[in-house]
T-cell receptor, first 111, second 116 residues
Framework: TQLLEQSPQFLSIQEGENLTVYCNSSSVFSSLQWYRQEPGEGPVLLVTVVTGGEVKKLKRLTFQFGDARKDSSLHITAAQPGDTGLYLCAGARDSNYQLIWGAGTKLIIKP | DAGVIQSPRHEVTEMGQEVTLRCKPISGHDYLFWYRQTMMRGLELLIYFNNNVPIDDSGMPEDRFSAKMPNASFSTLKIQPSEPRDSAVYFC??????????????FGPGTRLTVL
């Protein structure tokens, strides 16, 4: 059972375009993290969102946590080839040390 | 700090052989996680430790898999005997804060295991 659904699974766009990646669940999370993974490396944390409705910006990346803390989105403005990678969302619950991982969105930005 | 260190980076072995993967977490981190990543199943948690004690090993696929953490700076994941379906990238990650409170997990570079 996939508790965190990510969409799309794969996205290939031209440099300069905007895109949004979604992470959805029927479960409530105490916090949600977004990681980026490049080939041959482990995932690296981009951001953690904790409060329902929270919006965080990291340069051209905007992260939002849903009001009910069941979903999240990542929006990239004017994508660049350096944004290429696998984007993973992961939800955390207060009662459990484990992170619940999404399957990932493979993003390719073509120059 | 050098980050989480894993060895070897690549391992190719034949079916039936024993495989040992090694991990050195970041100093001061008291949580250690072993993950497996494949195209089909994504990132799967195998086991995690807190203060060197295994807390949850429900993700360990079979008795062929075992993990130890003899001290705060070293952990191993052993597969004996290995099978071709064990081929995957194995990651070790460490954290110094409770994940439920938004604690960041720091990942190593992974070990790419190929079982022929």
């Amino acid at each position: 059972t996939q508790l965190l659904e990510q969409s799309p699974q794969f996205l290939s766009i031209q440099e300069g375009e905007n895109l949004t990646v979604y992470c959805n669940s029927s479960s409530v999370f105490s916090s949600l993290q977004w990681y980026r993974q490049e080939p041959g490396e482990g995932p690296v944390l981009l951001v953690t969102v904790v409060t329902g409705g929270e919006v965080k910006k990291l340069k051209r990346l905007t992260f939002q946590f849903g009001d009910a803390r069941k979903d999240s989105s990542l929006h990239i403005t004017a994508a660049q080839p350096g944004d290429t990678g696998l984007y993973l969302c992961a939800g955390a619950r207060d009662s459990n040390y484990q992170l619940i991982w999404g399957a990932g969105t493979k993003l390719i930005i073509k120059p | 700090d050098a980050g989480v260190i894993q060895s070897p980076r690549h391992e190719v072995t034949e079916m039936g052989q024993e495989v040992t993967l090694r991990c050195k977490p970041i100093s001061g981190h008291d949580y250690l996680f072993w993950y497996r990543q494949t195209m089909m199943r994504g990132l799967e948690l195998l086991i995690y430790f807190n203060n060197n004690v295994p807390i949850d090993d429900s993700g360990m696929p079979e008795d062929r898999f075992s993990a130890k953490m003899p001290n705060a700076s070293f952990s191993t994941l052993k597969i004996q005997p290995s099978e071709p379906r064990d081929s995957a990238v194995y990651f070790c990650a460490s954290s110094f804060r409770f994940t439920g409170q938004g604690g960041e997990q720091f990942f190593g570079p992974g070990t790419r295991l190929t079982v022929l």
